[in-house]
């Protein structure tokens, strides 16, 4: 059956350190997606990142990278010299592409606390 | 442009009651989703649209909720007999028609439903 888990509940961090979310997905299907969304306290899901099971190459985006491993089924999230303004929860996805309604299956989240 | 909306944004209800939950889809989006989001966990997906059409109603915890969009823009999830573990925030989410694959979906703040 289709899973995600996220072992990391809460995550607390220091300004300008690195950290790394983990995420690691179940599925059957040989094609399948991968979210990453961003909820910050004021509640709203925000898109980061959407990967395909086809692309394994990692992906940097400013502070954010992502690194997708197909041989581990993990797709982890890695902060660089974070800021308070990261501080929000953090939710991996997947999406299945036999499911025609490529509805998202999320993990239960990281929270990402930044101090100053 | 304007992003998802939902509305009320709070709705607090006696055990027994019946609520609606609005949503307003980004223009021109065609795939609506929703989802249920109890408090610390992950988004649980309760049912999707393509258009008017409900393809996928599998997320849907019992017959006391029914899902509508009848023109295809617009949506109203609908609880009759709320009862307390209905409690939750409820999440709204449109995306465009995936050709390749799902597109990612822009989430609205949710509807926190309170029921006492």
């Known amino acids: 059956a289709q899973k995600v888990t996220q072992a990391q509940t809460e995550i607390s961090v220091v300004e300008k350190e690195d950290v790394t979310l983990d995420c690691v997905y179940e599925?059957?299907?040989?094609?399948?997606?991968l979210f990453w969304y961003k909820q910050p306290p004021s509640g709203e899901l925000v898109f980061l990142i959407r990967?395909?099971?086809?692309?394994?190459q990692n992906e940097i985006s400013g502070r954010y990278s992502w690194n997708f491993q197909k041989s581990t089924s993990s797709f982890n999230f890695t902060i660089t010299a974070s800021q308070v303004v990261d501080s929000a929860v953090y939710f991996c996805a997947l999406s299945e592409g036999e499911d025609s309604s490529y509805k998202l299956i999320f993990g239960s989240g990281t929270r990402l606390l930044v101090r100053p | 442009g304007a992003g998802v909306s939902q509305s009320p944004r709070y709705k607090v209800a006696k055990r027994g009651q019946d609520v609606a939950l609005r949503c307003d889809p980004i223009?021109?989006?065609?795939?609506l989703f929703w989802y249920q989001q109890a408090l610390g966990q992950g988004p649980e997906f309760l049912t999707y649209f393509q258009n008017e059409a409900q393809l996928d109603k599998s997320g849907l915890p019992s017959d006391r909720f029914f899902a509508e969009r009848p023109e295809g823009s617009v949506s109203t999830l609908k609880i009759q007999r709320t009862q307390q573990e209905d409690s939750a925030v409820y999440l709204c989410?449109?995306?465009?028609?995936?050709?390749?694959?799902?597109?990612?979906?822009?989430f609205g703040p949710g509807t926190r439903l309170t029921v006492t």
């Open positions: 990967r395909n099971s086809f692309d394994e």
């Open positions: 599925t059957r299907d040989t094609t399948y997606y």
């Open positions: 223009s021109g989006h065609v795939s």
């Open positions: 989410a449109s995306s465009l028609v995936p050709p390749g694959g799902p597109r990612e979906q822009y």
